[in-house]
């Protein structure tokens, strides 16, 4: 896949030798892909020496102990929880460094994406990881240092879940994890593992420890449902009565002012969902996810 400028695009250098409409159609949301590379493939991204800058810019930095259990830290407590033996990860990496958060936004608009693209950091001491869970999003894991082993089920446990799973019962996670059938590959530098949302997985650092980053595809808030009710809402908009408050009033006894507001508010539903009949439907509801995610 190529840019409008006739570059490689982003995604297409990361998936590599992957086409990128090959991890569209068979891969993205339906099934767990791994891509071998080789050292150095995502410096263009971010170069391992460069990890420590500018954490005092990003969303949140956790450290995570065995059993998931996490705590949320500063950059000063990094080099102590790590070496205590806790994984470290990072939301936000995109707010600490350029490269990637104009990444994240051109994989958004190559792919119209609905969602949001955010860039997750974990750095890992050796024998260390994650445990079982699944994640509200499709995670694309990039090795960019180290190696790092994963356990990962072939179906997700919830197709397109809306929250991350359980943390706090790994008993029940467990369980579930056993009735499902389980792979396990070892991550390199250079290497890409993209996980659908609902698959249970679970890391661990080799011995020399492991730093990767996590592309990660919220998809909460960029659905097909949450595009639908955005190309409403902008349509409504232009209808004065549907801005208008909801109330019934303290007796509910004279409604005729909400009945009204409510009639013109479905007629500006139909009008709407008529033109959607028209062949630009996903025309129509692509410039609409297009302008929630230029809004701040």
Same mark, same amino acid.
């Given at each position: 896949?190529?840019?409008?400028?006739?570059?490689?695009?982003?995604?297409?250098?990361?998936?590599?030798?992957?086409?990128?409409?090959?991890?569209? @159609? #068979?891969?993205?949301?339906?099934?767990? &892909?791994?891509?071998? +590379?080789?050292?150095?493939?995502?410096?263009?991204? !971010? /170069? *391992?020496?460069?990890?420590?800058?500018?954490?005092?810019?990003?969303?949140?930095?956790?450290?995570?102990?065995?059993?998931?259990?996490?705590?949320?830290?500063?950059?000063?407590?990094?080099?102590?929880?790590?070496?205590?033996?806790?994984?470290?990860?990072?939301?936000?990496?995109?707010?600490?460094?350029?490269?990637?958060?104009?990444?994240?936004?051109?994989?958004?608009?190559?792919?119209?994406?609905?969602?949001?693209?955010?860039?997750?950091?974990?750095?890992?001491?050796?024998?260390?990881?994650?445990?079982?869970?699944?994640?509200?999003?499709?995670?694309?894991?990039?090795?960019?240092?180290?190696?790092?082993?994963?356990?990962?089920?072939?179906?997700?446990?919830?197709?397109?879940?809306?929250?991350?799973? @359980? #943390?706090?019962?790994?008993?029940?996670? &467990?369980?579930?994890? +056993?009735?499902?059938?389980?792979?396990?590959?070892? !991550? /390199? *530098?250079?290497?890409?593992?993209?996980?659908?949302?609902?698959?249970?997985?679970?890391?661990?650092?080799?011995?020399?420890?492991?730093?990767?980053?996590?592309?990660?595809?919220?998809?909460?808030?960029?659905?097909?449902?949450?595009?639908?009710?955005?190309?409403?809402?902008?349509?409504?908009?232009?209808?004065?009565?549907?801005?208008?408050?909801?109330?019934?009033?303290?007796?509910?006894?004279?409604?005729?002012?909400?009945?009204?507001?409510?009639?013109?508010?479905?007629?500006?539903?139909?009008?709407?969902?008529?033109?959607?009949?028209?062949?630009?439907?996903?025309?129509?509801?692509?410039?609409?996810?297009?302008?929630?995610?230029?809004?701040?």
């Amino acid at each position: 896949m190529t840019s409008k400028k006739g570059k490689v695009s982003v995604l297409s250098a990361l998936l590599d030798p992957v086409p990128v409409d090959v991890f569209l @159609n #068979r891969y993205f949301g339906r099934r767990p &892909l791994y891509v071998r +590379g080789s050292p150095g493939k995502f410096d263009a991204l !971010l /170069k *391992p020496a460069r990890f420590i800058h500018g954490l005092d810019r990003v969303a949140e930095i956790r450290c995570v102990f065995g059993e998931l259990r996490q705590a949320t830290i500063g950059p000063v407590d990094i080099r102590e929880m790590y070496e205590a033996g806790a994984t470290i990860c990072v939301t936000g990496m995109e707010l600490a460094h350029p490269a990637l958060r104009r990444a994240a936004r051109r994989i958004e608009d190559d792919l119209g994406y609905a969602g949001r693209i955010d860039v997750r950091a974990y750095l890992s001491p050796p024998g260390t990881g994650f445990d079982f869970h699944y994640d509200a999003r499709v995670a694309t894991s990039l090795q960019l240092d180290g190696a790092k082993t994963w356990w990962y089920s072939t179906a997700p446990e919830v197709e397109f879940p809306t929250q991350n799973s @359980n #943390r706090a019962d790994m008993a029940g996670t &467990l369980r579930a994890v +056993g009735r499902h059938t389980l792979r396990r590959v070892t !991550l /390199k *530098p250079g290497d890409l593992l993209c996980l659908p949302p609902g698959v249970w997985h679970k890391a661990k650092a080799g011995a020399g420890g492991s730093l990767a980053l996590n592309l990660a595809f919220n998809h909460v808030d960029g659905t097909v449902a949450d595009v639908l009710v955005r190309y409403l809402r902008d349509a409504l908009s232009s209808v004065p009565e549907a801005n208008r408050p909801f109330y019934t009033g303290t007796d509910g006894t004279d409604l005729r002012a909400l009945a009204t507001q409510i009639e013109a508010s479905l007629n500006g539903v139909k009008s709407a969902i008529a033109k959607l009949e028209a062949p630009r439907r996903i025309e129509r509801l692509s410039a609409s996810a297009k302008r929630s995610r230029q809004r701040p």
